[in-house]
């Protein structure tokens, strides 16, 4: 039982966690009426795997392309969370 419990006790928190950060982004989120927000980072995120698909060369599936996805997505929260 003590084995259980030491195994999923790193799961828990991380998923507490996670559900503390979602709650405060979807209040926040609604405060600002922005709704389809999920949408415009998706197509953000696609942006960038494409700019480091042409510009740099990266395939499919590279780290250079998930890189470049997250690193226009993070540009574009950030942009997100200054508008008012």
Do not use: N
Request: aromatic share 14%; with cysteine; net charge negative.
């Amino acid at each position: 039982m003590l084995d259980t419990v030491q195994f999923l006790a790193p799961p828990l928190v991380a998923c507490t966690t996670i559900l503390g950060l979602l709650c405060y982004l979807g209040m926040h989120v609604l405060k600002r009426e922005i709704i389809f927000i999920d949408i415009a980072l998706a197509q953000i995120a696609a942006v960038g795997a494409t700019f480091a698909h042409v510009y740099l060369g990266s395939g499919e599936g590279s780290v250079g392309s998930y890189l470049f996805a997250f690193a226009f997505t993070v540009a574009a929260s950030l942009f997100f969370s200054q508008i008012d």
